[in-house]
């Protein structure tokens, strides 16, 4: 059985289901800045992130190095199905990335939290960043993130499904999800005509959430001139720089889908076989 893909830090033990065998790269990322309290053994405490270069993969990496959290990055190949494995199903057992654990949870004990917007939560309020502290703010984001994670992601993954993995052209499945993206992206042209960022006049995980599924708006029918207040604010966020570091992020482990086995294992009865 092939060995779930890791990239460790050379000082930091992994516990036993996660030690790799092979080297496949560097993972770790120690941003020079941190904005957030430190505890006296934090250095040795990274947050371990189980994810892949997808959209929202990126969210947690983007939203990392926005903190300034050391963490340390290990690849579950989805291509290869390491996201069926049980050592990753023990922690994610939705079988999806991206996954964290964190030694140093909220009670000073190791918590595991799957689902992006899940983890974006726990770390906005780990670090008290990202999320506003008013009641009104708060909420505002939320919804922004709930439409991003009900609606933005679910409908351009499948309008770029349909346009490019499917094995063959449903017509009607291409235009329903195409016209879908379009009318998702014309909601937040219309949002970021009133502000600068999605939910309000403050950059939060709702803008980190949404983005990276953006970057691929070719291959979901969608022209980014066609939104320019939407143009305007993606090419804002993607100028920051702990944007351009997240999205860098174990891009060099992807590689582009050259077989049938691996669209078996992303796109058919693998994918949905009960676990």
């Known amino acids: 059985m092939r060995a779930l893909v890791l990239f460790r830090h050379p000082c930091r033990h992994v516990p036993g289901a996660w030690r790799d065998r092979r080297s496949a790269g560097r993972g770790d ?11 006296p053994n934090e250095e040795s405490q990274l947050i371990q992130v189980y994810s892949w270069a997808t959209p929202n993969g990126h969210k947690v990496h983007i939203m990392l ?45 190791p918590i595991s939290l799957f689902e992006s917007g899940a983890i974006l939560l726990y770390l906005a309020g780990k670090t008290g960043r990202f999320l506003p502290e008013d009641v009104r703010g708060k909420y505002e984001t939320l919804e922004w993130l709930m439409f991003q994670m009900g609606g933005v992601g679910p409908m351009l993954g499948q309008a770029h499904h349909f346009r490019i993995y499917a094995p063959e052209k449903i017509d009607y499945a291409i235009k329903r999800y195409t016209n879908e993206a379009r009318r998702l992206y014309g909601v937040l042209d219309k949002r970021l005509g009133q502000h600068p960022y999605v939910a309000g006049d403050m950059y939060t995980i709702a803008d980190i959430a949404i983005w990276p599924w953006l970057r691929s708006w070719k291959n979901q029918g969608v022209e980014l001139s066609d939104y320019p207040n939407v143009q305007k604010w993606f090419e804002a966020i993607e100028a920051r720089p702990a944007v351009q570091r997240g999205v860098k992020v174990l891009a060099d482990a992807r590689k582009p889908l050259q077989d049938d086995k691996a669209r078996e294992i992303l796109f058919g009865a693998t994918q949905y076989a009960r676990r």
Not at 29 to 39: E, F, K
């Open 29 to 39: 990322r120690r941003p020079p800045a941190r904005r957030h309290p430190r505890r």
């Open 65 to 109: 190095e926005e903190c300034g959290l050391p963490y340390h990055a290990h690849a579950v190949d989805i291509g290869a199905g390491d996201q069926f494995k049980d050592e990753f199903l023990a922690i994610s057992p939705n079988n999806k990335i991206p996954a964290i654990v964190d030694e140093d949870g909220p009670d000073g004990k």
